[in-house]
């Protein structure tokens, strides 16, 4: 067995997904997964650290190594439960927590806690992580990174197949039966679903999209959204909760004029996400005939049953078609990517990101 550990917490902050990866003779299958919970006082100080504008520095490095102690709780449960010995275990890859990501500032940025100096001593493991920044240094938008792996372990035996994983924010992947890989943030995912549903009924996600099924489109605020120019955007691109969240969805709104029902908002917020999938697959995967769904969205009702409507002319299912569980795609993905950081290959795709070249990404924290 050739075992990897993957790390990440997401952009709605819902868990740690750990997953253990056996990459043995180039296969990739998922040995053991855990989701570690985030304990509420810290997903609170981490809610508000990304919603503001000005954080206080000492707040960032103080959480920095409490995300870091919590990744290497995850990782340590995980070979706990999995009867796993850490000297079996060549590397764990840690996305973290990322709390600012800005690849098309006058200098570019992109800021993942979780310090893996911890996860390194806690674990005894040799740790890779800040994957994001060496792509960004090159040029890139530093995401998505899961497409190399998509690419590894999804790519179609004929034909056009796009991987959308929906998390907080959406990502696409365009594999072309030639291997000329594609991808890009289509926009938001759960972030607003979530986030609308934590401040009108006081859960952090709408369950089953339950809420959003008591609601009705609201054609006129969908219109609104959707003419948001992220959307006209060609690829490479990618986006976040730093531009993407209730202050966004806030001020069209207030624009609006209108009272509308939560109910109804949240609803529309569920078709909007479909619906900018779609466009975006109806784009720049238009030779795609199938769609495999992964992330938390794929869960939901409403998302999928969007999707689906507006891709008629596609098969629309879930990862797990594939031998592939729809939750812990992104957790091995960063499982892959230290993977191929230890052995010295690019983990990025420029065709992806807008990298200037491919370069390997991470550092490495010896065990």
Known sequence: MALYIGLISGTSMDGVDAALLDTEGGRFSLAAVLEHPIPHPLHRELSELVRSEHPDAALVWQLDRRVGELFAEAALSLMEASGTRAREIRAIGSHGQTIAHEPRAPHPYTVQIGDPSV??????????????????????????????????????????????????????????????????????????????????????MDRGGRWAGTGSVDEALLARLCSDPY???????????????????????????????????????????ATTIARAIEEFARWSTEVLVCGGGAHNPRLMEGLREQLKTRSVATTETIGIDPDWVEAAAFAWLARETLAGRPGNLPAVTGARHPVVLGAIHPA
């Open 119 to 204: 996860i390194a001593e806690r674990t005894r493991i040799t740790t890779v992580a800040d994957f994001r920044r060496r792509d960004v240094a090159a040029g890139g938008e530093g995401a998505p990174l899961a497409s190399g792996f998509h690419l590894a372990a999804m790519s179609p035996p004929h034909g056009e197949r796009a991987v959308v994983n929906i998390g907080g924010i959406a990502n696409i992947t365009v594999l072309p039966a030639s291997g000329r890989v594609s991808g890009f943030d289509s926009g938001p995912g759960n972030t607003l679903i979530d986030n609308w549903a934590e401040r009108h009924i006081g859960t952090g």
């Open 231 to 273: 959307f006209a955007r060609t690829p490479p691109k990618s986006t976040g909760r730093e531009y993407f969240n209730l202050h966004w969805l806030e001020r069209i709104l207030r624009e609006d004029g209108r009272m509308l029902a939560p109910e109804n908002v949240q609803r529309t917020l569920c078709t909007f996400t």
